[in-house]
Structure formats: C-alpha cells, structure tokens
C-alpha cells in the first residue's frame, strides 16, 4: 500500500511538472498582456520538433539532448518576436473573445508550418544517456526522466519567481503589466519591454517542447493535449500567476494520478470535472490576479450604422434563386459534391446557434460541438435500433436534449461567468463527454455508431423518402432554409433585439430593468438546442458518427464559419460556412498548405476586416455609392457615436 501511494505522488508530480513547463510560458503572457494565448501549444510543438531536428531519434549525450532543447527555445524566442510585431501588438486593447479567436487561427498557421516543414509521420526519441534506466531509491524503481522532468520544473518556477517578483526586470515587466499608459509616461520603453517579455514566453514554450520530448510521441497534434492542461492549470491557479500556475499544475498531476488507480476504466475524466468545480466554485482561480476582470466587448460590434444600398426585395430574389440551384444540384452533380454542399447546409445550422450566442449575447462557447453531439449520437441510437420511429420526433427530442443539458449549464454557470472562464468551461464539460463516449461501448467507443440508415419522413397525410442520398440532400436544404427563417424571425424580433442590447453594454440594460441572466440562459438553450438538430440531421446524412464530432476543435469550426462571414450580420455565419468550405475543398489534396491557408486568412479576417466578408461587402457597397456621387443615405447622429474606450484614448495620447 505504501509502495502504490509512494507510486502515485510520484506520478503526480511528474505529470503536474510536465504541465508547468507548459503553463509557465502561458501565464507569464496572460500577466503581461492579458493576452490568453491558444497559440503556445503550437509553439510547443514547433520547440519539440526543432529539437528533434537537432538531437535526432537517438540522443548521444545529456550535451546534444540539452543543446536541442536550448535550440528550440531560442527558435521559437525568435518567433514569438516576429508574431508580437505581426499578430500580438495589433491585439491589445481588442475584445478578449476575438483574442481567443485570433490566436486559435495562429495555432493553425502553426499546424500547417509544421506540416510543410517535418511532415505527417510519427516519431519518438529516446531519452539520453544516463535518463533512460531506472533508479532504485527506498527499494523501488523511479524513472531517471521522469526525475528529470520534475527538477527541470521546480527549478523554473523558482527562476521565474525570483526574476519577476525579486528582480529589477520583473518589477519593470509588472509595471508594464499594471499600466503601460503611465509607464511610457515614466520614460520606460514599452514596446522593448513587451517584446522582451513576450520572446521570454515563447521562449519557455519552446524549451518545454524539447525537455518533454522523450515524454510522447511526436506528431502534429502534440500541442493540443498540453495546450489544454496548461489551460487548465491557469485557470484553477488564477490567470496571469506564476504560484497560481504551479500550484494548479500539482492539483492536476494529483487528480490525473487518482484518476489512474480509483477509475482506470475512463482515464482523464476527473481533470474536467475537477475543473468545472473549480470554474463553479471560484472561477477567478485560487490566486486571481491584480485587476483581473472581464472586459466589455462592445467595441467589437459594428455600429449599425449601415443602410443597404442594394434594396432587400433584390437580396431576397437572389436567394430564392440560390435555394432554387441548391435544389437542381442532385440533378446534375455526383455524390462527393452533393455530399459537401449537404454537410455545408448542415454547418449552417451549426455556425448559426453558435452565433447566437458570440454574435448576439456576447458569449463564447469552445465546446459547442458537445451539443451538435448529443444530437448526433441521439439520432444514431434512435435510428439503429428503433425501427420505424418518427425521425421528425428525432428532431425534436435532441432539441429538447440538447436544450436541457444548455439549461443546466447555464443555470450553473451563466450567473458567476462569462469571457474566458465560460469558453474554459464549455470546452471542458465537452472534453468529458468525449472521454465518455470513447470509453463506453455502446456508442461505440473510439470507432463511433457506422451503418446508420437514413430514415423515412412520415407527416401523416404522406411520407417522403429520404433512405437515398438525393432525397435526404432535398430534406437538409428545406430544413435548413426554416431553421435559417425561424432563427431569422426570433432574432429580428424584441427578443432578438434584447440580446444585442446586453451585448453592447450589460450592466446599461441590466439599469433599464432587463432581467440580464434570463435573456443569456435564454439565448444559451437556444443555441444548444439548435446546434443538437443540426447534430441529429447530420448523423443519417454522414452515417458514422465519432468522438471527433466532439472534440475541442470541432467546436473551433461554427467559430470560423461565424467570422469568416462576419458577426455583425445574421447571415454572416451563412455567408462564412460557403466560403470556409469552397476553401477547404480547393486545398483538401495540399498537406500541411490546407492549415496555413486557413489560419493565415483567419488571423488576416481578425486583424484586418473583423466584420468579416458581409463587412467587407458593406464597405465595398459604402464606397461604390460615394463614388457614384449619391448623398449617404444616413449619418449617425453626433450624440450616437460610440465612446472611445479609456484604453484606446490612452493608445491615441500616447502617439
């Protein structure tokens, strides 16, 4: 018994270290810049394989292992300095959401980079010389790495607290942090401070790449797993603090390890609940930092000051003419298009519940694709073994599912957090439905539910055949087309109106009487309700259904759709599914090319255009007016424009 404690405290912190080096580099970016950035498990893997190219497979001494660890930190140092002079600084004082959005389209540049430079293979390193056998300490055997690895933790966090909170560069890099207004006043060189700060993060993600190289195998997804639980750690140690990170590291180390002995059947599922515990229960963390708070996002959201040029009786021809060449496709189309335009319909659906809420009500979810799962997985139980069950009654029993699992979520959560903390928890609730379904052999496991049939439609008076391809495909765009009405009707009307008016400025309409926390709940169980249709369509249409349905980075998926068209606009998300699709198809066959054209135009939508290809258009329609010598056909008053935020009038004065 005490060997098996012994045991498990050393595989907590191990694990909790391996975090760290991780988190540490997160953190210390978030301190500065309150900047969470989803891009460092990128740059870790970047960090990885460049040491792999210096140390090979098989590392000859601890000299060459250290050397390439040290050349990946000092690789990705650089590129941290280019990102912050191209991506970084273009983002502060920027709605933390579109943050989030922008740095996640960064970690796809990453991807494909990668891709394009080591390939899609696997690899494995061998840990050094003098790592790689056992030690025997108290009778039992220790890995010599995994010792390593736990020094190499508990000696950078005792550097980085003595460098920020004992050091004169630290103290200048807090007062950077605290105002950077007041310290350019001071004669303090931020830009230089900042670079420097932001290189000293990449830099330990690059270094943690290469000492947690012999700890897996090296692929194109190795960031993700360590990106989420250094996401975690920071979030139960409490954003932007070193301790805090340290600290929440151990607690995921000592959670993961008795996870292992107490339910081996469903490994890492206690680190999500664990998490959303925390999230409920303190959601600032154990050590928050100086002046974390949430930010508005109203300035983010376009004016409104537009009037279409082009009058809406055209628009409306023009897409009764889109829906009536949508419907002729399976008349003269095989089935691999036919197949991609369905699953576009289908993301339609998807982007438009996710807007609901991010375009909306100013909420984000990283783990929407939850509900598109329960939806999915609904349908494909239902319609494998139940035979002749109204597939309309499908429909409507995973809106009704995926309604309630958003009511509970958001009766929970909603009330105590918003921002980041919510896109954390989301992700995180989703994440344990994965595990979930990947252990449980009813739905499959990791293989998922194959073989689901395409039902029958019976109304009653008569029944439609969707059990072929063309017949389903004609089913999706008529669904699509009243799901896009209905939401266009609700979100048109005072309820609609309501949500845009707490995403301008909640604690305004939180004055004028309006019941803030009923309107978000509400506008939540919209979203997961509509996303769970569109789950349960896409199940017979795809016929296989897997975990990958429900992973972190489907859910990045409405997300781009959403942006892409433009949130500024209801048929932004529309919009966006068609263009996001015709990209991804025109680069399907390019490995590594298909990431960094998507990241890349993602990150130039972001920091560009952010109203996206429905803003771009307005702009472009604004222009063409003005030059064709017209009167604009409407001024904002003088009393409407919006207020410059205090960040962005510092910005000015300091220029």
Known sequence: MLNDLMFAVFNAAAFGMAIFLVAAGLTLIFGLLRLLNMAQGGFFMIGAYTAYSVMGRDVQSIGMFLLGVLAGGVVVALLGLVTDRLVLRRLRNVDPHYVLIATFALMMV????????????????????????????????????????????????????????????????????????????????????????VMASFMLAGLAGGLLLPNQSLSTGLGDSYLMYAFFAVIIGGLGNIRGAFIGSLVLGLVQSLNTVLLPSVPGLAIYVVLAAFLLWKPTGLFPAVGMQEESAHEAHASGSHRPRIARRTWQVLGLALVGLLATLPLWVNAGPLYIVGTVLIQVMFALSWNILFGYTGLVSFGHAGFFAIGAYLAALVLKNVVGFPFVGVLLGAAVLGAMVAWAIGLLALRRMSGVFLAVLTVALAEAVRLVIGFSSWLGREDGITDIPRPKLDLGLFTIDTSSANGYYWFLLAGTVAMTAVLWWVLHSGFGRTLQTIRQDAERAAFMGTNVAAYRLGAFVLSGAVAAVAGAMYAPWARIVTVEEVHWLASAQPMLNTLLGGVGSFWGPVVGAGLFASIAYATRTLVGLSELIVGTGLLAIILLAPNGAVGLWRQLEERLWRRWGAAPAHRPAADATPAMPMAALKQEVSR
Not at 114 to 130: A, E, H, R, Y
Not at 145 to 166: K, M, N, P, S, T
Not at 169 to 179: R, S
Request: aromatic share 14%; proline share 6%; glycine share 10%.
């Open 110 to 197: 990453c991807t494909g980079v990668t891709k394009l430079i080591w390939g899609v293979d696997f690899f494995s390193v061998n840990p050094p010389p003098g790592l790689d056998q056992p030690i025997n300490a108290l009778g039992l055997y220790f890995s010599a790495y995994q010792l390593f690895v736990i020094g190499a933790g508990l000696v950078a966090y005792v550097v980085l607290e003595v460098v920020i909170h004992r050091m004169w560069f630290g103290k200048l890099m807090q007062a950077l942090a605290a105002d950077p207004w007041m310290s350019s006043v001071m004669g303090l060189n931020v830009s230089f401070g900042v670079a420097l700060s």
